[in-house]
């Protein structure tokens, strides 16, 4: 008989483990951290202390996402109120930098509009700039939440020099794109290609409609 075969019978005899029970502290393995030589059961032991370890490992790990998201979704909460209760166009625009540059700590957020009339006075606002053939290009391509290093979005010139990472929002209702919301970080890492995007994903949803309501009235 060879290893296979050895443990081929132990498998389809889980009873030989009852008949020679003080067999199991009898048989010595070495150690797997380079001690003395110990029983089978002690390795038991042992590799259940090990795995005992992992999960707790991942169960912290998960916990911190946890709290992580219901952070997150706690600050996108309250600039979704405060956009529900914005009344003009000046204060959905004061609601969206603020919250973003102060509750998510965003050092850089800029936005871009087409396609909508700017309010009287307002005409001048960046905001309402015209954008040039490659920022529509890019914005039509952009069906989903643009996260990763700056270096990959020539297209948006209008980019602070500074900024190294970037998330890139589509602003879409009803009749199609009508503009970029733009998160900007001098942190290389701050926004990362594998990054989720559903907050994202909602945060522009929530800016798009209410950008559109209050442009639209």
Same mark, same amino acid.
């Given at each position: 008989?060879? &290893?296979? +075969?050895? %443990?081929a019978? !132990? ?7 009852? *008949? ?5 502290a009898q048989?010595l ?9 110990i029983?089978?059961?002690?390795r038991?032991?042992?590799?259940l202390?090990e795995r ?12 911190h ?13 309250r ?6 209760g &914005?009344? +003009?166009? %000046?204060t959905? !625009?004061a609601a969206?930098y603020?919250?973003?540059? *102060? ?6 957020v ?13 005409e ?7 954008p ?12 989903h939440?643009?996260c990763g290093p700056?270096?990959?979005?020539e ?5 602070a020099?500074t900024?190294r ?13 009508i ?10 890492h701050r926004?990362?290609p594998?990054m989720?995007?559903l907050?994202l994903?909602?945060l522009?949803?929530?800016a798009?409609t209410?950008?559109?309501?209050t442009?639209?009235?």
């Open positions: 008989m060879d &290893a296979r +075969d050895v %443990a019978y !132990l498998k389809s005899h889980p009873e030989f483990f009852d *008949n020679y029970a003080d067999l199991l048989v393995i070495p150690d797997p951290h380079g001690g003395h030589a029983s089978i059961t002690e038991q032991l042992g590799a202390r005992s370890k992992k999960l707790e490992a991942k169960l912290a790990e998960l916990l996402f946890g709290e992580e998201n219901d952070a997150i979704g706690e600050k996108l909460h600039l979704g109120v405060a956009l529900v &914005a009344e +003009d166009f %000046a959905v !625009l969206i603020y919250h973003l540059g *102060n509750d998510f700590a965003v050092p850089h800029s936005l871009r509009l087409w396609g909508l009339d700017a309010p009287v006075g307002e001048d606002r960046p905001e309402f700039a015209p040039d053939a490659a920022t529509l290009s890019f914005a039509a391509a952009l069906k939440p643009h700056s270096a990959r979005l297209a948006l010139v209008w980019l020099p900024v990472s970037a998330a890139v929002l589509p602003l879409q209702y009803r009749t199609g794109t503009g970029l919301l733009a998160l900007g970080s001098e942190e290389l926004f990362y594998e989720g995007t907050f994903t909602r522009g949803e929530l798009s209410a950008l559109w309501r442009l639209r009235d």
